[in-house]
């Protein structure tokens, strides 16, 4: 049978009859030929590393049997350069692995036949079948890699805990979902401070923390109403999701507030201290949930709502996923599209809000407002915006723009006899770079401004952050004869003993201190605050004075200026003049 085959295949190439002329160094050509050409085709489907050289190595194969003037070279380029360029272009294909094995197999047989019919030497083709062999295994291998690439990488970290990820997740999920549609919950848990031990104590320590705070929360689902995941030989009710992300479900058809009820021993267990190698650490959870109904059911969409509840509320502890964020979320990727084609000096406006000494009743100081005037959703207040513009990267140009239009506005008042400082209030973080304070410098002596001519204000959540750098650029602003001072003292916590080494000239009061009723005990830690704060040199303004209450409040603590919409409303920039000219001539008469 093999001889026939071999008779046929040289009536199909009649240039083979021709080559039993050949000398046995042209045989020898054919031979290697064929074992260098199936044995670098080996390398080249056992390691995908090698893909990109599978296009030069044939042509090169090819273009040395053709100059031995072998009439298979003809064969090998036509079977295997095609075949295998083929298989490279679509290299995940399954049922092209199947081809090229059966490619390799005709090549084979027909490349042994030839070779037994000119040349019988058993061996030679003995070796191309056992080429043949290994590259038929190297597709079987390729292919069973194939079903389950995503999987395996997925579960590499998950394995290290113990937990199972999040595919395994969404293939419970799904299966118990269709045996009981119940009401059902998805938690989200994050664990917040391990972080910062990867970074003091090393990875080693972050990683056994890790591990152990998983185990406590894992500790805590010990519930039959909490989906189980398969993991291994055993059942899991927490999957990892990756970082320091956690999650499970629970059925609500038994307890409808069950989930509240885990949520709370999960953070209390986490809360405890943790005792790692000789070290004493402590971390805190926060956790988001939604309801399993949302997003029609699908699971990655629910945790992409619960890591959305996460960013929404980052100071608060437990976050209710709400469809209004979703809403909000997306108002604000429109905003930052058209904020990212805006021109700051032309479509930003600056409005100013007057304060009065509450000892005289004269003007204290001018607060310059940023406003949008949005084409659409009418002029907006600083706060609809400001984190906009920060993740706008605006931050420090639109901080330029309202500095460089007080400065303007400050000299226009000097020359027109009026000694009100304006106040400007700063987004913080552009205010500790060094070429803010050049800019501050420049401005101040291209404006002839004087010494507290311009105060600056940032917010005091932005106290815990300050470096000693930070400081000194502060040292450095004063030094330049800018009064600065802390916006909403009291909005955010703040520890007395930092607030004792940062040297300001005022701070001002939220809002949220001088709100009116006050609980009990309110009114007098408000003025020993006032009291301390005065001792010690600092000028204290309330802000946010919207009522006759507060107001009454506010001179009853004794700050030295009071501002707020009570008082004055904020009004456009370019009237400031007219306004100033009104207000002197009403207060004089």
Same mark, same amino acid.
């Given at each position: 049978?093999? =001889? ?10 009649? *240039? ?10 042209? %045989? ?11 044995? /670098? ?7 995908? %590393? ?5 296009? +030069? ?20 380029? =036509? ?19 199947k081809l090229v094995a059966g490619s390799i197999a005709l090549y084979v047989v027909f490349l042994s036949g030839y070779l037994l019919f000119q040349w019988p030497i058993n061996n030679a083709a003995f070796a191309l079948l056992f080429v043949y062999f290994g590259l038929l295994y190297a597709t079987w291998i390729e292919a069973q890699n194939k079903q389950q690439p995503v999987t395996n990488e997925h579960k590499q970290f998950a394995h290290e805990l113990g937990i199972p990820g999040r595919a395994s997740l969404r293939c419970a999920y799904e299966e118990q ?12 848990v994050f664990l917040e401070g391990i972080e910062q031990v990867n970074m003091q104590l090393g990875r080693e320590f972050g990683d056994t923390l890790l591990a152990e705070s998983a185990n406590r929360v894992q500790q805590q689902l010990n519930n039959r109403d909490i989906f189980t995941i398969p993991n291994g030989n055993s059942v899991s009710r927490l999957a990892h999701l990756g970082g320091l992300h956690f999650a499970f479900i629970c059925r609500l058809g038994r307890f409808e507030y069950l989930h509240e009820q885990l949520i709370d021993d999960i953070l ?18 926060? %956790?988001?949930? %939604? ?26 502890? /437990? ?72 993740? +706008? ?12 239009? +007080? ?92 607030? *004792? ?8 009061? *939220?809002?949220? !201190? ?9 009114? +007098?830690?408000?003025? *020993?605050?006032?009291?301390? &704060? ?22 009853? !603590? ?9 008082? =004055? &409303? ?20």
């Open positions: 049978m093999l =001889a026939e085959l071999s008779i046929w295949f040289t009536s199909f190439l009649p *240039s083979v009859s021709e080559s039993t002329t050949h000398s046995v160094s042209s %045989v020898h050509a054919v031979l290697m030929g064929g074992v260098a050409t199936a044995g /670098i085709m080996l390398c080249i489907i056992t390691k995908e %590393v090698l893909l990109k050289g599978l296009h +030069a190595a044939l042509c090169v194969i090819a273009l040395l049997l053709l100059l031995s003037n072998v009439p298979v070279a003809m064969f090998l380029f =036509a079977v295997i350069l095609v075949v295998y360029l083929t298989y490279s272009f679509s290299f995940s294909a399954l049922w092209l692995s979902r269709k045996l009981d549609p119940g009401p059902a919950i998805l938690v989200l209390l267990c986490v809360a405890k201290p943790f005792q790692v190698g000789s070290c004493t650490l402590e971390i805190s959870a926060r %956790v988001s949930f %939604v309801n399993c109904d949302e997003e029609l059911g699908q699971l990655d969409s629910l945790i992409a709502c619960a890591y959305l509840a996460l960013d929404k509320l980052p100071n608060q502890s /437990i976050c209710a996923y709400q469809q209004q964020m979703q809403i909000s979320q997306i108002e604000q990727q429109t905003r930052l599209r058209e904020l990212a084609n805006i021109k700051v000096d032309q479509d930003l406006a600056i409005f100013f809000q007057p304060a009065f000494s509450q000892q005289n009743g004269k003007l204290a100081y001018l607060e310059l407002l940023l406003r949008w005037p949005h084409p659409k959703l009418g002029l907006l207040s600083a706060e609809r915006f400001i984190e906009d513009i920060r993740l +706008a990267g605006l931050a420090l140009p639109v901080a330029r723009f309202v500095i460089e239009r +007080a400065a303007e506005i400050a000299m226009a008042l000097k020359m027109e006899g009026f000694q009100v400082p304006l106040s400007i209030n700063i987004f913080g973080s552009e205010m500790l770079q060094q070429d803010f304070i050049r800019f501050m410098d420049h401005i101040l002596l291209e404006h002839y401004l004087q010494a507290g001519d311009i105060l600056l204000e940032f917010p005091a959540n932005l106290l815990p952050r300050l470096d000693y750098q930070s400081l000194d650029n502060i040292d450095q602003l004063r030094r330049l004869g800018i009064h600065i001072g802390i916006d909403r003292f009291g909005q955010a916590p703040i520890q007395l003993d930092t607030l *004792s080494e940062l040297q300001v000239d005022f701070i001002k009061l *939220s809002s949220s !201190l001088t709100a009116q009723p006050q609980p009990n005990g309110a009114r +007098a830690v408000c003025q *020993s605050l006032v009291s301390m &704060q005065q001792q010690r040199g600092l000028k204290v303004f309330c802000e946010g004075i919207e009522s006759k209450a507060q107001f009454e409040y506010a001179k009853e !603590l004794e700050c030295d200026a009071m501002q707020g919409h009570f008082l =004055a &409303q904020p009004m456009s920039s370019k009237g400031v003049m007219g306004w100033l000219h009104k207000w002197t001539s009403d207060n004089s008469n």
